[in-house]
């Protein structure tokens, strides 16, 4: 076979090889097959010796001519495969704006906080501040100090967290009560929110922690018709308008009188229903004066000041307000329940 043949051959079989590479590699590889060291074509040039000197410009031109379009046959095929791959990646990349958009999930409000935020408004609008006590606190400031005697059954460690003798997780928010006194500020217009712990079983309705609102009011000629006045708006703007108010006479230590207040059942308006069992009243709160004892160990002369008080069950209220019949549904933070609210 003479050599132009030969390099026709060898174009031809190089130009197949070409056409078949789909990915840049594999024309890396034909490169390194014909144009390379030991490639084909590098061969043929080397046998140019064996070429009778008289042809060598001929073949020498015609080997010239065929690694040139060898060249240019990968350069082509290059481009190709590189903008095949540019307009694969574009097509990937391409975003449909038509597409409805993914929705940004948005965090809302605990059941509990929403509670807690009407009844911050319902008192703030009525001059009061809201303040808070410490969580851990002094058995001097959860008992003592609230004319709690010794032998109370809310100071056995059966109903009490005890971290020790003198110091307990609280078992209500009242000790902000004496807090609020010992500061010396009068008048004392507040409401103090806050955790509480007592040592229940959990049920639908027990939780060894769970949340109180304390109202307290101190000023010079307080008396028990300002505390039905209160709390009797407070129901209102929290239940409805029709709301009415039943002043139970009740115990506390820390209050004299002191009374529960039950509210007009507002799912039925008092006529009796499954929501208040019958009876048409729900009892919401605890309250009452602040007993003389109270205010005298806090520092405040009974004789010039007296006040009122009040404890109100936050997760009791936003039980009500919602019509939730577990109170273990606002502790477990199961998406599905807190989504409704
Ligand atoms: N601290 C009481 C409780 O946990 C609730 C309470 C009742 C608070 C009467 C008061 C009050 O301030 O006057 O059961």
């Known amino acids: 076979m003479d050599m132009k043949e030969r390099l026709q051959e060898l174009a031809e079989a190089a130009r197949k090889r070409i056409e ?9 590889e034909v490169k390194v097959a014909y144009l390379g060291k030991k490639g084909e ?10 070429v009778a000197p008289e042809d060598r410009p001929k073949v020498g031109q015609l080997v010239n001519e065929t690694r040139a379009k060898i060249e240019e046959l990968l350069e082509t095929s290059r481009k190709k495969l590189e903008e095949a791959a540019r307009e694969e990646q574009m097509k990937a990349e391409v975003i449909d704006v038509t597409l409805p958009a993914k929705k940004a999930k948005i965090g809302h409000r605990h059941p509990n906080t929403i509670a807690l935020e009407e009844v911050e408004r319902i008192f703030i609008g009525m001059g009061y501040e809201v ?65 509480v712990f007592r040592s229940d079983e959990v049920d639908a309705t027990h939780s060894p922690s769970f949340h109180q609102i304390e109202g307290l009011v101190i000023d010079k000629n307080i008396t028990f018709a300002d505390l039905k006045g209160t709390l009797q708006e407070f ?3 929290l239940f409805g308008p ?9 115990h506390f230590p820390f209050t004299e009188p002191s009374a529960e207040v039950d509210v007009s059942c507002f799912k039925c308006g008092g006529k009796g229903c499954r929501f208040c069992k019958g009876s ?17 160990m806090c520092g405040i002369d009974p004789e010039e000041y007296t006040g009122f008080a009040f404890g109100v069950g936050l997760e009791r209220i936003a039980l009500l307000k919602y019509e939730i019949d577990d109170m273990r549904l606002l502790y477990e933070n199961d998406i599905r329940f807190l989504k409704q609210f």
């Open 131 to 195: 303040v808070e006590g410490p969580e851990v606190e002094y058995a001097d400031y959860n008992f003592t100090k609230l004319n709690i005697p010794e032998d109370h059954p809310a100071r056995d460690e059966q109903d009490t967290f005890f971290i020790n003798s003198s110091i307990l997780l609280r078992s209500q928010t009242s000790p902000v009560q004496a807090r609020t006194m010992e500061e010396g500020k009068l008048p004392i217009r507040m409401i103090a929110p806050g955790r």
């Open 235 to 237: 129901a209102r703007e």
């Open 20 to 28: 078949e590479s789909d990915v840049p590699e594999k024309l890396n």
């Open 41 to 50: 074509l590098t061969a043929i040039l080397k046998s140019m010796k064996d």
């Open 280 to 296: 048409g009243w729900i009892e919401i709160l605890g309250c009452g004066t602040v007993h003389p004892n109270v205010l005298r």
């Open 242 to 250: 029709e709301t009415k108010t039943k002043f139970r006479p009740h």
